[in-house]
Nanobody, 127 residues
Framework: QVQLVESGGGLVQAGGSLRLSCAASGRTFSNYVIGWFRQAPGKEREFVAAISWGGRSTLYADSVKGRFTISRDNAKNTVYLQMNNLKPEDTAVYYC????????????????????WGQGTQVTVSS
């Protein structure tokens, strides 16, 4: 089991940057695929990015590709989401999620694939 806590959200102007962190408890953090999702008011939760167990592989939603970068430091039990060139449509609550995905991470874009979730951090981008 892993517990996840997000931080780093806030208010930023369009074109600005933020770095979100997802800190995990437990000694087996490297056994988990970690994903970032977001949910805007009135919308469904959507995939943003995911990173494989060792961090060698990453996936991104088309809407953030080239602007966001996901990375992890397993020694610090932390995953980061660097968000650059932010747009008003990036405004949402951002959640990190984790799952061992023993059968492979082919469906890591799916909300239903993750067993563990953080509480979320608000990101607001003003125009």
């Amino acid at each position: 089991q892993v517990q996840l806590v997000e931080s780093g959200g806030g208010l930023v102007q369009a074109g600005g940057s933020l770095r979100l962190s997802c800190a995990a408890s437990g000694r087996t953090f490297s056994n988990y695929v970690i994903g970032w999702f977001r949910q805007a008011p009135g919308k469904e939760r959507e995939f943003v990015a995911a990173i494989s167990w060792g961090g060698r592989s990453t996936l991104y939603a088309d809407s953030v590709k080239g602007r966001f970068t996901i990375s992890r430091d397993n020694a610090k039990n932390t995953v980061y989401l660097q968000m650059n060139n932010l747009k008003p449509e990036d405004t949402a609550v951002y959640y990190c999620a984790g799952d061992p995905m023993p059968r492979g991470w082919g469906r890591s874009v799916s909300v239903g694939q993750y067993a563990y979730w953080g509480q979320g951090t608000q990101v607001t981008v003003s125009s």
